[in-house]
């Protein structure tokens, strides 16, 4: 099992992101509030500005203050360990 850190602390299995995406697109702001309808959203931005959203296997979508650059390196230099 290899974690990514998404910020503040906040860490997720790598083996299980399907996306990391922008938050910014539309599309994207219409996952969330889905996901926000069927209580399957996780908030881990500390109450900072979302700026990627990691979708994983399981149907949560998690909110990450940290951009998907940041993210997807992250769970790059991961792997390689």
């Known amino acids: ?5 998404i910020g503040y602390g906040n860490l997720v299995n790598t083996d299980r992101i399907v996306a990391v995406v922008s ?6 702001k219409r996952i969330i509030a889905a996901a ?7 908030d881990a931005t500390c109450g900072k500005k979302t700026k990627s ?8 979508v998690i909110l990450s ?3 998907a650059e ?4 992250m769970s790059d230099d991961s792997e390689k360990e």
């Not at 959203?53 to 949560?60: N, Q, Y």
């Open 1 to 5: 099992m290899k974690l990514a850190d």
């Open 23 to 28: 938050a910014d697109a539309a599309p994207t």
């Open 36 to 42: 926000k309808e069927k209580s399957l959203a996780v």
């Open 53 to 60: 959203v990691l979708i994983m296997d399981s149907g949560h």
């Open 65 to 67: 203050a940290k951009a």
């Open 70 to 73: 940041r993210i997807d390196k």
